[in-house]
């Protein structure tokens, strides 16, 4: 995947707009790559839910904290703010533990290393706390999550469960969280602009190995 850098003075509609195609570019890429659920073993799609659960629970809201911290722009933190209240009010890490043990699916240790160093990369790209980078990352994964959904929701099925509030609800409410932190992207680039030496898309870049990770286990996701 090719780097790319925004200049500092691109913060106007159009150019948030090309970074919107570009990601929507990205995500297409990803689905395209999604395995046909009906090709897989029960094991291959528990594998999925398993190792897309053992990133989500623990991380999701984690990662959405330190874009927060990293925001220089209040109502960036704001809009940020109201992503995690809903997270946490209504208990979304339960939503998806729910789905998972449902599914037969609850992650192992093994599940859980097996995706470790792509893990380690996105929190350590997080941990830089580069704001418009840590939002536009942000932007991308509410962007995947909600296109996912539906094949998550078909992986859990072919599982024989019946358990899809977490596949119902974020099928629904990631569509608004997106174009927020699409919002939110812009304020902060107009606020705090990106240095021209600096790669807007490098927490894209290691979010989208982990997601091929997930999708595929990893020594797909290095090939």
């Not at 109502?75 to 940020?80: A, F, K, N, Q, Y």
């Not at 809903?86 to 992650?107: N, S, Y």
């Not at 790209?125 to 939002?135: C, D, I, R």
């Not at 992207?185 to 602009?193: S, V």
Request: hydrophobic share 45%; proline share 3%; with cysteine.
């Amino acid at each position: 995947m090719s780097t790319t850098t925004i200049a500092p003075q691109l913060h106007d509609e159009a150019a948030i707009a090309s970074i919107q195609n570009k990601i929507a570019g990205i995500i297409d890429d990803l689905i395209a790559q999604q395995p046909q659920v009906d090709t897989l073993t029960s094991e291959q799609r528990r594998g999925i839910i398993a190792r897309y659960s053992s990133v989500l629970e623990g991380n999701f809201i984690y990662w959405m904290t330190a874009a927060s911290i990293a925001a220089k722009c209040e109502d960036v933190r704001e809009i940020l703010g109201e992503n995690l209240f809903e997270e946490c009010r209504d208990a979304h890490p339960h939503m998806l533990r729910k789905f998972a043990i449902a599914a037969h699916a609850f992650p192992t240790d093994i599940d859980a290393l097996s995706i470790n160093d792509e893990l380690t990369a996105v929190r350590l790209f997080l941990g830089k706390l580069q704001a418009v980078q840590s939002v536009l990352t942000m932007a991308f994964f509410e962007g995947w999550i909600q296109r996912f959904m539906a094949y998550l929701a078909d992986l859990a099925k072919a599982q024989g469960s019946t358990e899809m509030e977490y596949t119902d609800v974020h099928g629904v409410c990631d569509i608004t969280h997106t174009a927020e932190l699409y919002r939110a992207l812009a304020l902060e680039m107009a606020a705090n602009p990106v240095a021209p030496n600096q790669n807007l898309f490098e927490g894209v870049e290691v979010l989208r190995t982990l997601v091929v990770a997930i999708l595929q286990g990893p020594k797909q996701a290095a090939a």
